[in-house]
C-alpha cells in the first residue's frame, strides 16, 4: 500500500476515533473537535508525508481555523 | 536537514506538491501518456469529491437542522478526509515495475560501454532543455566545458570526446516537478517514484554532496556501468542533483556499509 494511502487511512481512523471519544466524554465544543483534526492532519503529514497533486487547501484551511480558534480564545483570557 | 521515508511512487501530474514550496518543472514528457491516464484516475478522485461533499452536507444540516455539534464534528472530519482523498495523485505504476525497468536499461548501457571500451567515471551533465546526459570521457578522465551540449553518440568538448549516455534515471525527470532543493528532488526520485530505497538524505559541503540511502532495494551486477555511470542509486541521485543545481556532477565515490542496509554516495560539483 503507498504511504499517500496509509496516510489517509490513518487519518480517518484518528478522525473517527476522536469523533467517538470527545463525544462519549460529552463534549460540545465544536472547535475542539476542530482543532483536533487539524492537529491530527498534521501529525499526518509529517509523518507519512503524503503525495499531493495541487496545492494543500485542507492544510491551510485547518491551519487558518486553528490560528481563529487560539486567537478567539485567547482574547477570551485576555477580556475576561 | 530533512529525510524522506519509505513509500511508494506516485505519479507526477503537475502542479506544486507542497505548499509554498518552488518546484523544479522538468522536461515535458508527450501528451499521449497523459490523456490515457487520466481518464481512469478521474473516476479515483470523484471519490474524494463525493466524500467531500457528504461531509460538508452532513456538517451544516447538523449545525444548523439538528443542532447536534458530535454529529457536526463527524461531517466535518468526513469532509477533511474527503478532500485529503481528493488531492491525493493515484499511482499505476508500482515502484517495484520502475526498479525493474531502470535495472533492465543498465544492461543496454553495459553492452555501450563495453564495446566503446569506456574506463572513466562519467560526469553528469545538464542540458538545456531539462535533461540530464552522461558524458563518459574517451580520452582521458577530464570533465567536459561547462555548458556542453551533447550531440550525437560521441560529442567532443574542449578537443575531448566523450560517450554520450541516457542515465537510467533520466526518463524519471520527464514530467516531473521537483522540489527546488537537491535533497528534497533526489529523496523524490530515489523513494517515491522508483523505490530503489527506504529513505534518502543529503547534505552538501562546499564542492561535494554527500548522499545517504537507507536499505537500497536495486542490485546491478554490470561492472562498467558501477564504475561509468554508478550504482541505480546514485545514478539517479546524480542525476537529480544535476539537474536541480544545474551543474555538471560526478560520482567521486560509493560504498554499502552496515551490511549492506546503508550506502553512501559522494557527488562531486564542477
Known amino acids: 500500500m503507498e504511504k499517500s494511502q496509509i496516510s489517509n487511512l490513518v487519518l480517518g481512523s484518528f478522525i473517527f476515533a476522536t469523533v467517538w471519544a470527545l463525544s462519549s466524554l460529552g463534549e460540545g465544543r465544536i472547535d475542539v473537535y476542530v482543532s483536533m483534526f487539524a492537529l491530527e492532519y498534521f501529525v499526518c503529514l509529517a509523518v507519512f508525508r503524503p503525495r499531493r497533486r495541487c496545492f494543500d487547501f485542507p492544510a491551510a484551511l485547518l491551519f487558518g481555523a486553528f490560528a481563529l480558534i487560539v486567537s478567539l480564545r485567547v482574547i477570551e483570557i485576555l477580556y475576561r | ?115 566503446m571500451d569506456v574506463r572513466s567515471r562519467g560526469y553528469y551533465v545538464p542540458q538545456p532543455d531539462g535533461e540530464v546526459q552522461v558524458f563518459a570521457p574517451l580520452d582521458g578522465e577530464a570533465p567536459p566545458a561547462p555548458g556542453a551540449k551533447a550531440e550525437g553518440f560521441v560529442t567532443s568538448s574542449d578537443g575531448r570526446r566523450y560517450l554520450i549516455i541516457f542515465p537510467p534515471g533520466s526518463f524519471l525527470m520527464k514530467n516531473a516537478e521537483l522540489p527546488a532543493d537537491a535533497e528534497g528532488a533526489l529523496s523524490e526520485l530515489i523513494v517515491d517514484t522508483a523505490g530503489l530505497a527506504d529513505s534518502a538524505r543529503a547534505i552538501e559541503d562546499g564542492g561535494r554532496i554527500t548522499v545517504e540511502v537507507s536499505s537500497p532495494k536495486a542490485k546491478i551486477s554490470a561492472g562498467r556501468v558501477r564504475r561509468t555511470v554508478g550504482s541505480l542509486e546514485a545514478s539517479v541521485a546524480a542525476t537529480a542533483v544535476a539537474a536541480v543545481m544545474k551543474k555538471t556532477i560526478r560520482i567521486a565515490f560509493e560504498e554499502e556499509y552496515n551490511a549492506g542496509r546503508k550506502k553512501r554516495i559522494i557527488l562531486e560539483l564542477y
Open chain 2, 1 to 115: 536537514m530533512l529525510e524522506a521515508t519509505k513509500g511508494a511512487p506516485s505519479t507526477q501530474e503537475g502542479g506544486q506538491g507542497k505548499a509554498a514550496s518552488p518546484r523544479y518543472g522538468g522536461p515535458q514528457s508527450h501528451d499521449n501518456t497523459r490523456r490515457s491516464s487520466k481518464g481512469g484516475e478521474g473516476s479515483g478522485y470523484l471519490y474524494g469529491y463525493a466524500l467531500t461533499a457528504v461531509g460538508a452536507l452532513t456538517a451544516l444540516f447538523f449545525w444548523f437542522v439538528a443542532g447536534s455539534v458530535p454529529m457536526t464534528a463527524l461531517g466535518i472530519g468526513i469532509a477533511v478526509l474527503g478532500s485529503s482523498v481528493a488531492i491525493t495523485p493515484l499511482s499505476p505504476v508500482p515502484p517495484a515495475n520502475v526498479r525493474r525497468m531502470l535495472e533492465s536499461s543498465v544492461l543496454n548501457i553495459e553492452a555501450l560501454l563495453e564495446e
